[in-house]
């Protein structure tokens, strides 16, 4: 069955630091993938998606890869601060006929003034 | 663009109640899903309407459970005989059908079942 795998652990980062999150899928080949931030009690907020023909996407400080060989995306906030502390989640449509997004279980990221 | 909304944004009830939860989308948004979230994980696919048609629904998702979109607007999602174990946030999220359209969420219902 279709998995999406994080980081396993909460990331705890020192301000000014560049937070580098995973996100590793199996048995599927996505045309897209987003990342998507959630803050405790809220919904997801989305924040970038990249394409399986894009390598890297930016948006400010953050960049994303797509490794498609190794199912692999990487997420990437530089200069880090204390208000990107939140969970980050990985999504991809794995629906064929129908649309069915689905998420992996987020990471927790603390970042420490 | 008033963004999505759910109701009530809490809701306790008894084990064996029925509950019922609403969904409010972006207007112009054909695409709704519900997801099912626990603590220190990920939301949880349930179903996915495109308009009034219900075009996806998850095999976890037992026969207590049933979602409407009667007008292809606001969605209903339905819990019968509620267990201890349906104790989650419930998630909508809308989106419109042009390619790789992200999801955009509502807040949520947090659901306890005492």
């Known amino acids: 069955s279709q998995k999406i795998e994080q980081n396993s652990e909460a990331l705890n980062i020192q301000e000014g630091k560049t937070a580098t999150l995973t996100c590793n899928y199996t048995?599927?080949?996505?045309?897209?993938l987003q990342w998507y931030r959630q803050d405790p009690g809220r919904g997801p907020v989305f924040l970038l998606l990249?394409?399986?023909?894009?390598k890297e996407k930016r948006k400010e400080r953050l960049k994303v890869t797509f490794d498609t060989t190794l199912k692999q995306s990487l997420f990437h906030i530089t200069a880090s601060q204390p208000a990107d502390s939140a969970t980050y989640l990985c999504a991809l449509d794995i629906g064929s006929s129908a649309s069915k997004i689905i998420f992996g279980s987020g990471t927790r990221l603390s970042i420490r003034p | 663009d008033t963004g999505v909304s759910q109701n009530p944004r809490h809701k306790i009830t008894k084990r064996g109640q029925n509950v019922t939860f609403r969904c409010d989308p972006i207007?112009?948004?054909?695409?709704l899903y519900w997801y099912r979230q626990t603590l220190g994980q990920g939301p949880e696919f349930l179903t996915y309407f495109q308009n009034e048609a219900q075009l996806e629904k998850s095999r976890l998702l037992s026969d207590r459970f049933s979602a409407e979109r009667p007008k292809g607007s606001f969605s209903t999602l339905e819990i019968q005989r509620t267990e201890q174990g349906d104790s989650a946030m419930y998630l909508c999220?809308?989106?419109?059908?042009?390619?790789?359209?992200?999801?955009?969420f509502g807040n949520g219902t947090r659901l306890t079942v005492t």
């Open positions: 048995n599927y080949s996505p045309a897209y």
């Open positions: 207007s112009e948004h054909n695409r």
């Open positions: 990249i394409r399986e023909n894009e």
């Open positions: 999220a809308s989106s419109s059908d042009r390619q790789n359209s992200p999801l955009h």
